[in-house]
């Protein structure tokens, strides 16, 4: 029962370079959700999916990109990745978009470090 | 724009004792909130909520919430606290306008003193 599945764990990248961050569900979840968190910050959420192909920007999208060609993966990009990117990203999912939106599964997290 | 506000960054509190995690929330409409545990290197795990009835909802852990309108306040409570208790504890809310957007607080960090 893996429920959200993020890889890596950990990461550190130099400026400029690019990476991607898996994240995928085995619950069959039509809304995904990528959020990261900074100390003392709460979590911010990034950008998130209602289903395969749909993609919308949370609050915090500048830097990021992401897709979803399957209801499973929903990877979160970084193209040019900079110093105020170092953070722990997590990804999660809800059944649905009704009361339940709230009720999310998380994944145990990706800490990137940007130097 | 929805805000939610944890005015402790950290609670203490001896094993045994009664614990209360404070919240407020501000949304437009009705609001739906929940309350998330994580324990140290993991994920958010997801405790209770409330969306509609009954102004005290009990969750997982012996955990339970009490829902205030008039103070737009989702108090945490637990009545008897255990030293496994500790951890960092999230609240959240989002408008039941349709809107997926959960906004969380800032955590507040529980510790429970043997």
């Known amino acids: 029962n893996a429920g959200v599945t993020q890889t890596p764990k950990f990461r550190i990248l130099k400026i400029g370079q690019s990476m991607t961050l898996q994240c995928t569900q085995d619950?069959?979840?039509?809304?995904m959700y990528w959020y990261r968190q900074d100390p003392g910050m709460g979590l911010k959420l990034i950008y998130y999916s209602v289903g395969a192909g749909i993609t919308d920007k949370g609050e915090v999208p500048n830097g990021y990109n992401v897709s979803r060609s399957t209801t499973e993966d929903f990877p979160l990009r970084l193209e040019l990745a900079a110093p105020s990117q170092t953070s722990v990203y997590f990804c999660?999912?809800?059944?649905?978009?009704?009361?339940?939106?709230?009720?999310?599964?998380f994944g145990e997290g990706s800490r990137l470090t940007v130097l | 724009a929805q805000s939610v506000a944890q005015p402790e960054d950290q609670v203490n509190v001896a094993e045994g004792n009664p614990l209360t995690v404070k919240c407020t929330y501000s949304?437009?409409?009705?609001?739906?909130l929940f309350w998330y545990v994580q324990y140290p290197n993991r994920g958010l795990q997801f405790l209770l909520k409330?969306?509609?009835?009954?102004?005290l909802v009990k969750g997982s852990y012996g955990f339970e919430a009490e829902f205030n309108k008039s103070q737009t306040s989702f108090h945490l409570k637990k009545p008897s606290a255990l030293v496994s208790d500790s951890a960092l504890y999230f609240c959240a809310a989002r408008s039941g306008a349709g809107s997926y957007q959960l906004t969380f607080g800032k955590g507040t960090k529980l510790s429970v003193i043997p």
């Open positions: 999660a999912s809800s059944s649905s978009g009704g009361p339940l939106a709230g009720e999310l599964f």
């Open positions: 619950m069959n979840h039509n809304y």
């Open positions: 949304v437009s409409g009705n609001p739906y």
């Open positions: 409330y969306i509609t009835g009954d102004n």
